[in-house]
């Protein structure tokens, strides 16, 4: 009888032990583009197939936040983030810790080199995992890099599932500017109205104004979606300390001034001549767009008539009626709806 037991228990820790082999948590700076780039890796069995999101803002991170938003995605993919070109851990590796003017018109982001970037990341990702393809999913600034991404060598993806895709910058922050400016004459919001003509509308010559813009829009925009739940957002421990949060936050200003430029001290915006109108219609992969009904900065006047344009194997386009710009937990279940239904073979 205690040799059977034995026995049993032999399997249990050989079954545990086999679980814990395939089990990947690795959170690490890599030579990318000539730089250190950090990537964190993670998922209950490596044998799924792999999610590379692309973020937004161009330097919100999501690698160090919690395992709250993607947490329950890890028992069925491995999940990936990536802290992009002058953004979180990458950004504070590479530059000096005083930032000014002078840095900033000779350290210029550009969009071709963060798509290289992008591209190297992914063909890490498939010899490191053993695998032929990973899923790409973008969202806001990260959908007009992974949408180069996949124009640039598609065979790497099984699909692109883009959020709150942006088509056109130039037109997508006067149309914005146009809709706040509507509402405020609606709601008869004189403070919005008082900000909104002392801006004028868009381009703006300085980074300033357009993120005086943007605060106007979230603030219309929080009026009719459901927030994330708090807890989404709360700082992992290992990313709580000084040189952590001063990267981030240098790198969410370098990023963001490098986005929508500022003639001032000479940075000249990466994504002014972005149209995907024009170069990324035709698509060598399945695409699929998830868009908040509510989304003003990106929004379905601009890009669902550019999704319909788009020739593609597969191509579907998702509205999320309680939902804006950012994520919620109705654009994480559609993401989610989306991946899982697509059984990709690695």
């Given amino acids: 009888?205690?040799?059977?037991?034995?026995?049993?228990?032999?399997?249990?820790?050989?079954?545990?032990?086999?679980?814990?082999?395939?089990?990947?948590?690795?959170?690490?700076?890599?030579?990318?583009?000539g730089i250190e780039q950090w990537i964190t890796i993670n998922g209950s069995d490596t044998s799924n197939p792999v999610v590379l999101l692309i973020h937004g803002g161009p330097g919100s991170t999501m690698s160090h936040y919690k395992d709250d938003v993607y947490a329950e995605w890890m028992k069925e993919f491995t999940i990936v983030h990536w802290d992009q070109r002058g953004a979180g851990k990458t950004f504070g590796k590479n530059f000096p810790k005083e930032i000014n003017e002078?840095?900033?018109?000779?350290?210029?982001?550009?969009?071709?080199?963060?798509?290289n970037d992008g591209i190297a990341v992914t063909e890490y990702l498939l010899k490191r995992l053993d695998k032929r393809k990973v899923i790409l999913m973008g969202t806001s600034w990260g959908s007009i890099l992974?949408?180069?991404?996949?124009?640039?060598?598609?065979?790497?993806f099984h699909a692109y599932v883009g959020h709150a895709q942006f088509v056109n910058f130039s037109k997508n922050i006067i149309n914005a500017y146009l809709e706040v400016y509507k509402l405020a004459e609606e709601n008869e919001d004189k403070q919005v109205l008082l900000k909104l003509k002392d801006l004028g509308p868009p381009p703006y010559q300085i980074a300033k104004n357009y993120g005086q813009l943007l605060r106007v829009v979230k603030q219309f925009e929080k009026?009719?979606?459901?927030?994330?739940?708090?807890?989404?957002?709360?700082?992992?421990?290992?990313?709580?300390?000084?040189?952590?949060?001063?990267?981030?936050?240098?790198?969410?200003?370098?990023?963001?001034?490098?986005?929508?430029?500022?003639?001032?001290?000479?940075?000249?915006s990466?994504?002014?001549?972005?149209n995907l109108n024009n170069t990324a219609v035709v698509f060598r992969l399945p695409v699929?767009?998830?868009?908040?009904?509510?989304?003003?900065?990106?929004?379905?006047?601009?890009?669902?008539?550019?999704?319909?344009?788009?020739?593609?194997?597969?191509?579907?386009?998702?509205?999320?009626?309680n939902a804006a710009h950012g994520f919620n937990e109705a654009i994480i279940d559609k993401q989610y709806e989306i991946v899982k239904a697509l059984s990709v073979q690695n």
């Fill in 288 to 321: 699929f767009m998830i868009q908040g009904k509510h989304d003003i900065l990106c929004s379905t006047e601009l890009n669902k008539p550019y999704f319909e344009k788009i020739r593609a194997p597969r191509k579907e386009y998702y509205t999320v009626s």
């Fill in 1 to 33: 009888m205690q040799l059977k037991s034995s026995f049993f228990l032999f399997l249990l820790l050989t079954a545990n032990t086999s679980f814990s082999q395939n089990k990947i948590a690795e959170n690490k700076f890599i030579s990318i583009g």
């Fill in 146 to 156: 992974a949408t180069q991404m996949a124009q640039k060598n598609p065979d790497l």
């Fill in 102 to 115: 002078e840095f900033y018109a000779n350290n210029l982001l550009s969009v071709a080199d963060m798509t």
């Fill in 223 to 268: 009026e009719h979606s459901t927030p994330a739940p708090s807890n989404w957002w709360k700082i992992a421990p290992e990313y709580e300390n000084n040189k952590d949060s001063r990267d981030r936050y240098n790198g969410d200003d370098y990023s963001f001034l490098n986005l929508v430029g500022d003639q001032r001290i000479g940075v000249k």
């Fill in 270 to 274: 990466m994504v002014s001549n972005i």
